[in-house]
């Protein structure tokens, strides 16, 4: 029985619907800080801060796995840094406690935004330098580090992986560095046409969300003994720069128009992220295999967002 934080939220959303189709709805407890309509399982509001509540809806739910997925993401831990450690931080130790005190598998993800400006930028290896230079960042390798620590010092079995961007058309992101490449989407298909807040030539990894389900599913039913590493596998589908999911758009919308007006908090924080990383660890420890490419998601993606509008 799985218990998921920030249910609610870009991945959460998905993730919930995903456990439920695989594991039963009534096995899957979702919880969020804002409370929802949605009659599809189990869910209770909860603040990710209060770790006392957090503990007790584990336990009267008998969760045996927690995945903590509440966060606030890159841009928006920049403008509000100490907000961010607070609710980072403390969401990730309240759930690791209450994994610990229930011997719950756990998992919460990094990112690639653990990674700085010193670390080699092009197929960036599993193991290397980690100086990010962004409040998110530092949280997420102090929770890599974090989680690592709960392994080895209580046994606990904690996973995870470094996601890149990540794309879809369920529920939309909030406060990310990579969402342009959500937003170019939605406003292709809106008005064929989108003003980029990231710079041409800024290459960033990226994956698409039914492959990050996948990932998640798959890391978390790998055979424990097979993991040499644990909490931060390195895990990517592609690269790319704005002028080439501009051009994949321009595919299936031969007018779609491209313009770009810099943002320069989020540009200084993806100039700081490596262009491409390696995911072979991943691939031979767990059998990580991404499905859609850059053609593929965003044909999926155009196809679902206009059948979106259409009932909207
Ligand atoms: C962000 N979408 O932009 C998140 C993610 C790698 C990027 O961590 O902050």
């Not at 959303?13 to 039963?24: A, F, N, V």
């Amino acid at each position: 029985r799985i218990m998921i934080t920030g249910a609610l939220g870009q991945i959460g959303s998905e993730l919930t619907t995903k456990l439920r189709t695989i594991y039963g709805a009534d096995n899957v407890l979702a919880t969020d800080i804002r409370a929802t309509n949605d009659e599809s399982g189990p869910f209770n509001v909860l603040d990710v801060t209060d770790g006392q509540k957090m503990h007790d809806l584990a336990k009267d739910f008998e969760a045996d796995t927690i995945m903590h997925m509440a966060a606030l993401l890159s841009a928006t831990a920049e403008e509000k840094p100490l907000l961010a450690w607070n609710l980072n931080m403390g969401g990730l130790v309240n759930a690791l406690e209450a994994a610990r005190e229930l011997d719950m598998q756990f998992f919460t993800p990094s990112s690639i935004g653990a990674f700085g400006p010193s670390t080699p930028k092009k197929n960036t290896p599993q193991d290397t330098l980690q100086r990010p230079t962004t409040m998110y960042g530092v949280n997420k390798v102090s929770g890599e580090l974090l989680c690592d620590y709960y392994f080895q010092k209580f046994g606990l079995d904690t996973r995870g992986v470094r996601f890149p961007g990540l794309i879809s058309y369920v529920a939309p992101p909030g406060g990310g560095t990579t969402d342009y490449a959500v937003d170019i989407y939605y406003k292709a298909v809106e008005q064929k046409s989108y003003e980029s807040f990231i710079a041409k030539g800024t290459y960033m990894d990226m994956m698409y969300m039914p492959d990050a389900l996948q990932a998640i599913v798959d890391l978390m039913e790998a055979d424990a003994s097979r993991l040499e590493h644990r909490n931060a596998f390195n895990v990517t589908a592609m690269s790319f720069d704005p002028e080439q999911i501009a051009a994949s758009i321009q595919k299936h919308i031969p007018d779609f128009n491209m313009t770009y007006r810099v943002d320069p908090v989020r540009q200084a924080i993806a100039d700081s992220w490596p262009d491409s990383i390696d995911a072979s660890v991943a691939q031979k420890e767990w059998g990580f295999k991404a499905q859609y490419d850059l053609d593929a998601m965003t044909a999926d993606m155009l196809e679902k967002l206009k059948k979106k509008f259409m009932h909207a």
